[in-house]
Nanobody
Framework: QVQLVESGGGLVQAGISLRLSCTASGLAFSSYSMGWFRQAPGKEREFVAGISYSGARILYADSVKGRFTISRDNAKNTVYLQMNSLKPEDTAVYYC????????????????????WGQGTQVTVSS
């Protein structure tokens, strides 16, 4: 049974940093690209960042480029999202997800491509 468990969310003031973690089990983690998505109240889920299975390919949404950094530690079955200079508009539930296709050399931004999801972690940024 595949499980993705996120942690690291919280309530912070604007400008502060947070690091989210997502640990996978029941999955050949090093064979799958991973993505971070977020969903704010009343909005659709959106792609935030993704990293290919090897870590060679990384992609960011324009809204977080230069502020967020995605990384992975295949030895720990964990993907991270370092979020710096947080803004109130970053407030959302953040989800990690695993690509449905093994050994994809690129990053897919469409949520429909991902078939395993974590439960989400709330990030709230106050102004």
């Amino acid at each position: 049974q595949v499980q993705l468990v996120e942690s690291g969310g919280g309530l912070v003031q604007a400008g502060i940093s947070l690091r989210l973690s997502c640990t996978a089990s029941g999955l050949a983690f090093s064979s799958y690209s991973m993505g971070w998505f977020r969903q704010a109240p009343g909005k659709e889920r959106e792609f935030v960042a993704g990293i290919s299975y090897s870590g060679a390919r990384i992609l960011y949404a324009d809204s977080v480029k230069g502020r967020f950094t995605i990384s992975r530690d295949n030895a720990k079955n964990t993907v991270y999202l370092q979020m710096n200079s947080l803004k109130p508009e970053d407030t959302a539930v953040y989800y990690c997800a695993a690509d449905s296709v093994r050994l994809t050399p690129t990053v897919i931004t469409s949520s429909s491509r991902y078939n395993y999801w974590g439960q989400g972690t709330q990030v709230t940024v106050s102004s």
